[in-house]
Every structure is written in C-alpha cells, then in structure tokens.
C-alpha cells in the first residue's frame, strides 16, 4: 500500500477556470498510465500536497479517482511557477506494482564524521541516488554513515549499501560526500588545490547528471 493522496475528478480546462480552482487553494494535474483509458483531469488540496513533496516527492501513492479504482501512482513531475515557486500542476503516473520502476530516493548524510570533529566542513555533493526496484520495496530515503570519513575522503556511490531488492542505476563512481579541510588552516596552495578537487567532484557529479539525460535515464517505468 502508498501513501493514500486525495483527489477529485475536474471539468476545469479554461485559464479562467484554472486560476479560480488555484485560488482555491487546489492544484490542477493529471493521472495518466497504461492501466487507464485516458489521461484523468485531477485537483488536490496545495496543503496537502506541499507537504508531501517535501518529504515524500518519490514514494509510492495510493489516489481513489472517483468513478473508479484505487490506484498506484508516483509523482512523474511537478510544474512550479518561475517566480513564486508555487506548484502550478502536477503529473502521477499509474504504476504496476509488480513490475520494477527507475525512480530516486532521497539521500541524508548519518553521523559525525571523524572529519568534522577534526574541523572539517561536509559537503553533500548529490542529494539522490538513482535506483530500481519494484514498487513495495522502494525505501523512503536512504541514510550514509558518515562516521569513518577523515578530512579530504570521499563517499563514492559504490559505497553506499542499499536494501535487498534495490539496484543501484547512478554512476557508480560518482562523489557523493566529501570532507573539506578547515579553510583556516589552509595556505593558498593548498585552498587551491581543494577548490580544484571540490569543483572536479562536482564536475563528475554533473557530467553523470548530464548522462543520464542523454540515455534517457530518470523516468519511472509502468
């Protein structure tokens, strides 16, 4: 079972009729997949809604649409006003709770690091791990141990233990944490040579980024 997520059906299409449902406090969007007929017209509660995006954006849901079945669903992407930040609509993709989905899972650093008693400051260069697993065994975030990691050490992705049944779809070598030295302590070649190795591991986190987008990586599969 996800996480229930109430909606109701919507006529609303007009900008006009659009913008009286937001100043509602609702959120247009739209349930689609391959288990129904067409694309769902759907409106839910902003308050609701925030919060679950800032602690659950990649969890399974459970929605009733009324007429209808409860169904699985994932958040597949979230439309934010440019200016405001406020969502303007969301999309939930219906899933196969039987079949594995590609999706991300939150990453959270646990622990004092041994650097940062010695003064070190943590750096978390990637804030999600891209993953696959079926639906009912997809964890909520997953937690790296800090604890071991002395001043100028990194955590790669191959590092990182996941739960059975979880398959690990990022770089393998990409950085995810790293322990810088205490900038007072530094001279201006070393601060140098730190600000180089800092910007070559954000590098490496991006060009990973960059290919996914180009294999077509990051969607959820039905």
């Known amino acids: ?7 109701e059906t919507r006529t609303t299409r007009t900008k006009r009729e659009i913008r009286e449902l937001r100043s509602q406090g609702k959120v247009p969007g ?28 990649n969890a399974v849901l459970t929605v009733s649409i009324p007429g209808g ?5 994932v958040i597949s992407e979230v439309q934010r006003d440019p200016l405001t930040h406020h969502v303007v609509h969301i999309d939930l993709h219906q899933i196969n709770m039987n079949k594995k989905l590609r999706t991300h899972v939150r990453l959270e650093a646990a622990g004092d690091s041994k650097g940062e008693r010695e003064g070190g400051i943590l750096q978390l260069l990637a804030h999600e791990l891209e993953i696959e697993c079926l639906p009912d065994q997809l964890p909520e975030v997953i937690k ?17 233990p996941v ?8 770089d393998a070598e990409q950085v995810v944490v790293t322990i810088l030295a205490p900038q007072l302590e530094l ?18 986190s991006k060009h990973a980024k960059m290919e996914e987008v180009k294999t077509g990586v990051g969607g959820q599969d039905a």
């Open 144 to 160: 790296l141990d800090v604890t071991s990691l002395g001043v100028g050490e990194n955590l790669l992705v191959r590092d990182i």
């Open 1 to 7: 079972m996800g996480i229930p997520l109430t909606v």
């Open 30 to 57: 739209v349930v689609y997949g391959p288990n129904l007929a067409a694309p769902t017209p759907i409106a839910l509660a902003e308050r609701e809604l925030l919060p679950l995006l800032r602690t659950h954006p």
């Open 187 to 204: 001279s201006e070649e070393e601060a140098e040579a730190q600000a180089v190795e800092l910007h070559e591991a954000e590098s490496r």
């Open 69 to 73: 079945l409860s169904e699985s669903v």
């Open 163 to 170: 739960p059975a049944g979880v398959t690990v779809r990022s």
